[in-house]
């Protein structure tokens, strides 16, 4: 029987690399993954390939849109290899992958291909995929198993017309008609996708508006942007059947005013979140306590109730994102090595991949409202820089929220081009407790996106924007 300091059950974001960081830290560490490809859900069937198809699209769509007005003729037909496109996001998926197999060698972390399931609190058996058991002892375990995509108890998932994320990541004909179920990220990033080449997409959501987590102006901003570019809302719609008809798929659902309404594609993408995976988990047999809705309850130090038994990522409360589950992988490796780190999950942004991206971090202007906060926004429209009317891409704002008698930035939420990556700047600056005049005081490189950083801080400490 092998023995190890740590074992994680899951190679996601969270597990690899809560490996990669305890073997840094000196601890003898195995990992176990019951697919033949390391990376959990986000590299293989999540962010990674979502991300090249919303690129490839992309190009396609300034392809036929765009080129002329930039001075770029094409002659002949623009069409769209979707096999050549599926082909080329499957092999940013295995470029990736190996790149976690990579890593895993690089710091000497013994990976077991097989289901693992609990003995008891500190023995895991893996049944491996080439047949066979293997024990290991573990003086830590780390759940780190992900989720699945979640799906209503009405509906017949049958992979082929009526699917999830995951198939809509690989299909082989561009539907007609593509409803989606939910206007959350997943449902959005992929909606966009299809309807760039060529799909009619209707979204349905239960809620009254698209990402109803995020502050609602960004939720105003992106439906008026995805009403230009074709895409369909029925919001406020709850949807009470599903079903297919040989090539057809019939979606009913009650409107807000209790009507039905019926709609016909020939694609169905159920969107509607992700639930925690822990099947076949038997954390049971090792007295581990479980939460609400599969999910595995743990305390502020990610700790299960048994005290070597820790649980990361999605199968914890907290926002499904790949980065959460990075810092936490981090921070578990971190503190069973006794060292003492932390995790301000305020601070957490979260991205929508779209065009425009969205992104936010801390509160929204709702739940400030809602808690009685006294604050000011400023905001600066991306139509109002010369970087993004030289790129074309005027769509969107920066909004920032702030404490009405300190400055303190409480809130940054952005529609636009690169905001996914101007996010960061937000999150740094909330991190050391930045003020907006902090954030106005920095100089800002000309001509960037980033600018409108600046613009929105300086409109949040009394109207001083100076390019609107």
């Excluded at 999605?314 to 780190?341: C, F, N, S, W, Y």
Aim: charged share 25%.
């Amino acid at each position: 029987m092998s023995t190890y300091d740590v074992v994680i059950i899951g190679s996601g974001p969270g597990g690899y690399v809560a490996a990669i960081r305890c073997a840094q830290l000196g601890m003898k560490t195995a990992i176990i993954e019951k697919y033949s490809t390391l990376g959990g859900t986000c590299l293989n069937v999540g962010c990674i390939p979502s991300k090249a198809l919303l690129d490839s699209s992309h190009h396609y769509e300034d392809a036929v849109k765009h080129f002329e007005e930039h001075g770029i003729e094409i002659t002949g037909e623009v069409k769209v290899n979707l096999e050549q496109m599926m082909k080329r996001k499957s092999s940013v998926v295995s470029q990736t992958c190996d790149g976690v197999k990579f890593l895993m060698d690089k710091n000497k972390v013994d990976v077991f291909e097989g289901v693992g399931s609990f003995k008891d609190a500190t023995h895991i058996i893996v049944d491996k995929t080439e047949g066979g058991q293997e024990t290991l002892e573990a003086k830590h375990t780390i759940i780190a198993t992900g989720s699945k995509p979640a799906n209503l108890p009405f509906i017949n998932l049958d992979k082929e017309r009526v699917i999830t994320s995951t198939e809509a990541l690989k299909l082989k004909e561009i539907p007609k008609h593509m409803i989606v179920i939910g206007g959350g990220v997943i449902g959005l990033e992929l909606g966009q996708v299809y309807s760039r080449l060529g799909s009619e997409v209707t979204f349905i959501e239960y809620m009254d508006r698209i990402i109803p987590s995020m502050d609602s102006a960004l939720s105003k901003e992106l439906t008026k942007v995805f009403k230009k570019q074709g895409m369909k809302f029925n919001v406020s719609h709850k949807v009470k059947s599903v079903e297919r008809n040989g090539h057809e798929i019939v979606v009913k659902a009650d409107d807000k005013k209790g009507n039905e309404v019926e709609f016909k594609g020939d694609y169905c993408l159920v969107s509607v979140g992700r639930r925690p995976f822990t099947d076949g988990l038997n954390a049971e047999a090792a007295g581990v306590e479980m939460g609400d809705r599969g999910m595995i309850a743990v305390n502020d130090h990610l700790q299960t109730n048994v005290k070597n038994i820790y649980a990361i990522g999605d199968v914890v409360r907290g926002a499904m994102l790949a980065h959460k589950a990075e810092e936490e992988g981090t921070m578990v490796a971190e503190l069973i090595a006794g060292q003492k780190p932390h995790i301000d999950y305020n601070l957490i942004p979260g991205v929508v991949y779209t065009w425009p991206e969205v992104s936010a971090v801390g509160k929204t202007e709702e739940e400030l409202k809602e808690a009685g906060v006294d604050y000011k926004e400023g905001k600066f429209p991306m139509r109002a820089l010369g970087r993004s009317r030289a790129s074309g891409d005027t769509d969107g704002f920066v909004k920032i929220l702030t404490d009405a008698k300190t400055d303190e930035v409480l809130g940054v939420h952005m529609i636009g081009a690169r905001v996914a990556d101007l996010i960061t700047e937000a999150v740094t600056a909330m991190e050391f407790r930045a003020s907006a005049e902090d954030i106005a005081r920095m100089s800002h490189a000309h001509p960037t996106y980033a600018e409108a950083v600046k613009e929105a801080a300086l409109a949040a400490t009394g109207d001083r924007a100076l390019h609107v």
